[in-house]
């Protein structure tokens, strides 16, 4: 709920709730633009969800990336995302984000400690359809020494564990060809050993791995950036409810540890950048079609993504958009049941790109193109895989296949299978008939499906679905795998199989914004002092997934947006204590 004026106990020209990526933008921009910022983050660790991402940001005609084999340009984009977003195509604040995207880029590379890095191959995920590249947008943070984050690195949020190895994270599907190659490769074996004995000291010394990358990278750039300018970061302090000062938002109410609460004053506005509502049950219950209870969804958000930012701007009058065809950026997961008797979340980014892996529903039947973007797989799951208890499927692979890959949380060889089988988190059968039965899967369908697949999938065609056609297909493919780095046949038993459910990488559905990230109410005006950036606004993709990083790249823009507003327009007087806040991490 919100609460009207009343003396503040401290106060800033901005107040942003949430440290990933759209919120730390927010927050650096601001303080560079010579403005006082407070941070504030709910948990004990910084970084959002951003801090388990891939850390790639998508970001047509950027200045990092040489676009070869073809320069890109506003018109191609624009023209792809009309093409991607349909009617949903919104183009306000389309053109505000391409005309944002590189400025954002520009002035972060220039002016902070945010380094990003091209990546020359790395496709749009339609890039056949009109305006779409082969390369060029998506771009990523690079790699960062975690020692130069000095003791805040004890408070940033770690990767995801289960797509780490052994705590260790790795920056490219190059690196990651590196441990698949592992007992094919000399080169291969020296760069793993090299890898493993720098993280063993690296543990010893440190309790976690130092060389930082992916969205652990830009998460520890961007807090390096805030810590580098001085802004404070408050941490567990959940910003509970606005303050107004007539119908402008003029501050937060925060939290503390000892059960206090604080008042602070924002003389130029509040951002809300708290992460969406993944692990909101009520709300995934009301947007989420294969979710009816709410807990039929698994998402690797951290915890404490739950919605803060929408019902503080619901409370103030601001409009919660699900006008989206899809209310999240689905993924297909995979539970993982930890030694500790917790359940971790294993999202499958890599594995359904991989020759002689395929994906079946209930019936035994393949349901879609393995090897398309996650977005689309879980549209696909949606459609397909919704006549049980829950929206599921299962992954399939024979045994050369898994031993080479591995297969979701399964490793590939040397690393035993053993204990994923005894969890029940991997199943396994002499033939397709065992593995059915197991899986609760219909047996003779199953066998069909494989003898209708491998009929192609013999000369590396899919009959069915044409698996490898895109360029994304074949990006993530194994690119030793000829002539169809996707395709394999599924013959040498044991078979197995692992389940996957509906999970998320980021909610779409959101608070409505305009152009300037300025929180809109039902009539469509804009609530004075009051901003969303991230995943709290409601996506500018329309509820669709173009590419790698359209989450991270329009958060961190209309972040360096609304700070851009904040700074260009000056502060209304505001009854209110001037004092200042305490510039250490608390």
């Known amino acids: 709920m919100s609460t009207r004026n009343e003396a503040f106990d401290q106060m800033v020209d901005v107040v942003v709730v949430g440290t990933g990526a759209g919120g730390m933008a927010a927050a650096v921009a601001a303080r560079k633009k010579g403005l006082e910022v407070l941070l504030l983050e709910k948990e004990p660790l910084y970084g959002g969800t951003t801090a388990r991402s891939g850390g790639v940001l998508w970001i047509p005609n950027n200045p990092i990336s040489t676009f070869k084999p073809e320069p890109d340009s506003m018109d191609d984009a624009r023209s792809y995302l009309k093409y991607e977003c349909g009617d949903f195509y919104d183009s306000e604040r389309v053109e505000a984000f391409l005309a944002n995207g590189p400025r954002m880029v520009d ?52 990767p995801l564990k289960e797509i780490t190895f052994v705590g260790m994270m ?77 119908d ?21 506005g509040v951002v809300l950048a708290a992460g969406g509502f993944p692990q909101d049950v009520e709300r995934r219950k009301r947007l989420f079609p294969h979710a009816p209870t709410g807990r039929e969804h698994l998402s690797p958000a951290p915890p404490g993504n739950t919605g803060d930012g929408l019902r503080l701007a619901e409370s103030v009058g601001g409009r919660v958009s699900a006008n989206l065809p899809n209310a999240a950026a689905w993924i297909p997961v995979s539970k993982v049941q930890r030694a500790n008797g917790e359940t971790g979340v294993f999202p499958h980014l890599i594995d359904r790109y991989k020759p002689g892996i395929i994906a079946v529903n209930r019936a035994g039947r393949r349901f879609t193109n393995e090897s398309d973007s996650y977005h689309d797989m879980g549209m696909a799951m949606q459609k397909h895989c919704a006549d049980g208890p829950e929206v599921a499927a299962w992954l ?28 029940g988190y991997l199943l396994r059968g002499k033939t397709l008939a065992e593995l059915a039965a197991r899986a609760g899967i219909d047996g003779a369908a199953l066998q069909q499906t494989v003898d209708d697949y491998n009929l192609g ?12 056609w895109r360029v994304y297909n074949r990006f993530l493919g194994d690119k030793t795998h000829q002539p169809n780095p996707c395709v394999a046949p599924v013959k040498e038993g044991p078979f197995y199989a692992v389940k996957i459910i509906m999970g998320d990488l980021g909610t779409f559905a959101g608070i409505q914004t305009d152009r ?36 991270l790249g329009p ?3 209309f972040g360096f947006v609304a700070a851009e507003f904040m700074a260009e327009h000056g502060a209304p007087e505001l009854s209110a204590a001037r004092s200042q806040p305490s510039m250490t991490m608390a």
């Not at 690196?175 to 010893?204: C, P, Q, W």
């Not at 580098?228 to 007539?246: C, K, N």
């Not at 031993?403 to 590939?412: H, S, V």
């Open 396 to 423: 399939i692979a024979d045994h050369r296949t898994i031993r080479r890959y591995g297969l979701g949380f399964a490793k590939p060889f040397p690393l035993p299978l053993g204990g994923h089988l005894r969890s």
């Open 516 to 551: 300037f990230a300025r929180v809109l109410d039902g009539e469509g005006r804009a609530v004075p002092g009051l901003f969303a950036a991230g995943n709290d606004g409601a996506s500018v993709m329309g509820g669709g997934y173009p590419g790698g990083g359209i989450t």
């Open 555 to 557: 958060a961190m823009t």
């Open 107 to 158: 002035f972060f590379v220039r002016q902070t400690a945010v380094k990003l890095i091209a990546l020359p191959e790395y496709p749009d995920y339609h890039a056949e359809s009109p305006g779409g590249r082969m390369a060029g947008r998506s771009i990523m943070a690079a790699p960062l020494d975690g020692r130069e984050l000095g003791e805040h690195i004890r408070s940033l949020r770690p």
């Open 248 to 268: 402008r938002v003029s501050g937060v109410v925060v939290g503390r540890g000892d059960g206090s609460s604080v008042r602070v004053g924002a003389r130029r």
């Open 170 to 246: 790795f920056n490219s599907s190059a690196e990651v060809g590196h441990f698949f190659n592992v007992t094919r490769s000399f080169k291969s074996a020296a760069y793993v050993a090299k890898r493993l004995a720098t993280h063993a000291i690296e543990m010893m010394f440190h309790g976690r791995a130092m060389r930082l990358t992916n969205g652990n990278a830009l998460a520890a750039r961007l807090a390096k950036s805030a810590f580098d300018l001085g802004i404070p970061m408050w941490l567990e302090s959940p910003a509970t409810s606005l303050v107004r000062d007539g």
């Open 457 to 468: 999938a013999e000369e590396g065609k899919d009959l069915q679905f044409r698996r490898g």
